[in-house]
């Protein structure tokens, strides 16, 4: 193929790309409006919007004229041709065409509705523990998820091809493994720390006005370095962050009068996708890599903020002054007392809510069940009753209403079979990014202690957040710790910091 006729099919493919990214825009911003104040009664048919232009995108990303211009630019002698962005932006497009290709336009287009119109359906009967009212959302949904995988195929487990969607080349059996890995190393921990006094934490329950709660968070975001000239911080049911492009890209926090500690965490923790998404290089702009390489690494900078950072002594020795001069509730409570209370190892009902060492407990719960619901060996019907069952096995808990239980997250009305792996996937890729920074910035803690976050931050940018979807999620790992993922990290950051706290 000619040069020219290779840059004329680039030039193509760039347009389409922009057109669809552009959608993708539109999409974030009515996703937001919905999940943070849009008019109630506007939500069926914002449903239907949402169906439309999504269908739309879905038909820009499968056409015939896409497919060519990814079989003209994937032949040797014109991707050789390509730059670097250029090759990784086909390569992962064709892989996600390839994929997109089969499923037909029309059952998308019935998918997408249903997974908007279930989130609503979510929101109204998560409040009334009313799992009955949801069931047939829920069912409907996983129905799809089920055609979506015989007509995308898998080899060893279906549940497999749900992995791939959000951290590339993970499979059940790698994950199987990792899982036993944490299991056979924290299990002893928290059993052993159970073991210890009750640590007094209820000056936590004290009730702090939603108004100052919103006045640290800010303050905290501005100081880890969000860019608020590029985002905003709103309320909404379930915390989230929306990346529409590095320079508008949204956080959300919820805010509870008796827990304050939750909006201050949460918007820690979607303070770090935002980092991610807001310092991403200008030049991936306008194409499929100007995002997170996965899930996987994008919760490894949400955890890592919110635990690794946000819940360290060095950054409450610079910043508990500051809460106690915002939240006066916090007066006569000493630094140490905070600082355990805020890292109490406690089993508990709520994910969001669960102490670093116990997370992983609950993401293996939603795991398992998934792994069984995609593989039918688990009715949607029987979901609570298993989801019960789980947590009074790994937690020694039992939800007393749906509430706090089976309906407590988002993520399964949208059609998030998957993606809860990541979380934990997360937790270890901190960990092992964690260590690697503390090798290259002796002055971590110092810096912390200080509020200087910009060396630290510019770690990150270098060696992860400018490159965007440009390195895959084990290129990532490997170009910030020159090895593999290890779960190790995660352990042994987990044993000394909690055998500290306790005194074990």
Sequence with gaps: MRMSAVQARLERYLELMKKMKSYEEALGVLYWDMRTGAPRKGLETRAEVVGVLSTELFKLGTSSEMGELLAALSEREAFESLSRVHQRSVTEN???YDRSKKIPPELYQKYVVLASQA??????CKPKSDFETFRPYLEQVVSYQKQFIELWGYEDNKYDTLLDSYEPGMTVKKLDAVFGALREKLVPLVAAIAEKPPLDTSFMRRKVPTERQRA??????KEIGYDFAAGRLDPTTHPFATGLNPGDVRVTTRYIEDDFKNALFSTIHEG????????ISPELIGTNLCTGTSMGIHESQSRLWENMIGRSRPFWERYYGELQRMTPELGDVALDDFYRAVNEVKASLIRTEADELTYNLHIMVRY????????DELQVADLPEAWNAKYKEYLGIE????ELGVLQDVHWSGGGFGYFPSYSLGNMYAAQMMAAMREALPSFDADVAAGRFEPIKAWLTDKIYKHG???TPSEVIRNVAGAEL????LTDYLEKKYKEIYKL
Excluded: V
Aim: charged content about 30%; glycine content about 2%.
């Design 486 to 489: 290890d779960p190790t990290f």
């Design 469 to 471: 979807r440009l390195l």
């Design 216 to 221: 640290f968070s800010e303050y905290i975001l």
């Design 94 to 96: 064709k892989k996600e």
């Design 119 to 124: 989130e609503t359906a979510w929101e109204e």
């Design 399 to 402: 939800p007393p209403n749906h």
């Design 368 to 375: 398992e069940l998934e792994k069984l619901l995609m593989n």
């Design 272 to 279: 770090g996708h935002a980092l991610y998404e807001q310092n």
